[in-house]
C-alpha cells in the first residue's frame, strides 16, 4: 500500500515527465526496465526515489535516448554532446594508461 507521500512523490514524477519531457510515466518504467534499472552508460542503478536520475535527450530535436545517473549526464553536457572531444577524451585515458603501464615496465 502506498502511502500519502509516495503517491505525491509518485504524481509530481508523472507531472514533470510529462511537462518536461513529453514522456509518459508508463514509457519512463518501461525505458528504466529496458535499461534494467541501470544508467545507458556507465551502468550504475538509477535511483529514482532521490532524483539521482536524468532523462537523456537531444537538446536540438528534444528525442529521448535513455535515462542516465547524474554523473554521465553531467558529463555528457560539460561536452556538450560533443562525440569527437569524448572520443579524444577517452583516447587520452586510453593512451595515458598505456604509457604508464610502459613506464611500469621499466
Same mark, same amino acid.
Given at each position: *500500500? #502506498?502511502?500519502? &507521500?509516495? &503517491?505525491? $512523490?509518485?504524481?509530481?514524477?508523472?507531472?514533470? #515527465?510529462? %511537462?518536461?519531457?513529453? #514522456?509518459?510515466? +508508463?514509457?519512463?518504467?518501461?525505458?528504466? +526496465?529496458?535499461?534494467? /534499472?541501470?544508467? $545507458?552508460?556507465?551502468?550504475?542503478?538509477? *535511483?529514482? =526515489?532521490?532524483? /539521482?536520475?536524468?532523462?537523456?535527450?537531444?537538446?536540438? =530535436? !528534444? =528525442?529521448?535516448? !535513455?535515462?542516465?545517473?547524474?554523473?554521465?549526464?553531467? /558529463?555528457? /553536457? #560539460?561536452?556538450?554532446?560533443?562525440?569527437?572531444? @569524448?572520443?579524444?577524451? $577517452? +583516447?587520452?585515458?586510453?593512451? %595515458?594508461? =598505456?604509457?604508464?603501464?610502459? @613506464?611500469? &615496465?621499466?
Amino acid at each position: *500500500m #502506498l502511502t500519502a &507521500k509516495d &503517491k505525491a $512523490a509518485y504524481s509530481q514524477l508523472k507531472r514533470q #515527465l510529462k %511537462h518536461k519531457f513529453r #514522456l509518459d510515466i +508508463n514509457d519512463f518504467f518501461a525505458l528504466l +526496465n529496458e535499461q534494467k /534499472g541501470l544508467c $545507458a552508460v556507465c551502468k550504475a542503478p538509477i *535511483m529514482i =526515489t532521490n532524483k /539521482g536520475y536524468a532523462v537523456d535527450h537531444c537538446h536540438e =530535436t !528534444g =528525442t529521448i535516448r !535513455g535515462l542516465l545517473c547524474n554523473r554521465c549526464n553531467l /558529463g555528457l /553536457g #560539460l561536452f556538450k554532446d560533443n562525440e569527437d572531444a @569524448l572520443l579524444e577524451a $577517452a +583516447n587520452y585515458i586510453v593512451r %595515458h594508461r =598505456t604509457l604508464v603501464i610502459r @613506464l611500469l &615496465k621499466r
